[in-house]
């Protein structure tokens, strides 16, 4: 998986339910992000974090929380106030404080409300 | 607010033609300028990328070009084969809150090379 992992690959939520999307990398990659995509909007950026301990929100945070307690993992919970959480989420990260390295993304968790 | 202009949203051409996406960006002070390729249901993969610094870049079938000055940057692709379809992503560095960087993509191209 090239360093990254997120876990799982398919997840189903309840209505009302929070869940939690798993991302692991072995890359010693400071900056990691969580993005979501959807059909013709292409990526779009819900939290980041530059260190560990710290992260701030994105384009899109509102219904989503996340955690940066280790530097390998960034878990993203995905609560019952987002209304349309049914999308292809990716987790991605990067070397160094700046952003003119390029990303390392995981393969992915697509999540659907059933 | 910051923001990445992508075009055309979808590119149909034949194998063995020429294929150009072309990028526009708000932030005058990006520097940094990545293109991805993503296959149906997988990651985006690191294709290509430019720093501010130079003006074109090539690796092998594919080249980037950057005109700071109109803030616009275009991706090329030489004799296209069935296996470059794809969705195309650029995206440009820019500068957010705090002083840190992050990068912000552009929508992107669905390219499909037909045999």
């Known amino acids: 998986d090239g360093g990254i992992t997120q876990s799982p690959k398919y997840l189903f939520r309840k209505e009302g339910q929070n869940v939690t999307l798993s991302c692991e990398q072995n890359?010693?990659?400071?900056?990691m992000y969580w993005y979501r995509q959807d059909p013709g909007q292409g990526l779009r950026l819900i939290y980041y974090?530059?260190?560990?301990?710290?992260?701030q929100k994105g384009d899109i945070a509102e219904g989503y929380s996340v955690s940066r307690e280790k530097k390998e993992s960034f878990p993203l919970t995905v609560t019952s106030a987002q209304k349309n959480p049914t999308a292809f989420y990716l987790c991605?990260?990067?070397?160094?404080?700046?952003?003119?390295?390029?990303?390392?993304f995981g393969s992915g968790t697509r999540l659907t409300v059933v | 607010g910051e923001n990445v202009e992508q075009h055309p949203s979808t590119l149909s051409v034949q194998e063995g033609d020429s294929a150009v996406i072309k990028c526009t960006y708000s932030?005058?002070?990006?520097?940094?300028f990545p293109w991805y390729k993503q296959e149906l249901g997988k990651r985006p993969q690191l294709i290509i990328d430019?720093?501010?610094?130079?003006g074109e870049k090539k690796d092998q079938r594919i080249a980037v070009t950057l005109n700071k000055t109109a803030k616009h940057f275009s991706l090329h692709i030489t004799e296209t084969q069935p296996e470059d379809s794809a969705v195309y992503f650029c995206?440009?560095?820019?500068?957010?809150?705090?002083?840190?960087?992050?990068?912000?993509f552009g929508k992107g191209t669905k390219l499909t090379v037909n045999p």
């Open positions: 991605a990260s990067t070397t160094g404080w700046g952003s003119d390295y390029g990303y390392t």
């Open positions: 890359l010693n990659h400071d900056a």
């Open positions: 974090s530059q260190i560990v301990n710290d992260f």
């Open positions: 932030d005058s002070a990006s520097n940094y």
């Open positions: 430019i720093r501010s610094n130079v």
């Open positions: 995206a440009a560095s820019i500068t957010w809150r705090g002083g840190s960087e992050k990068l912000v």
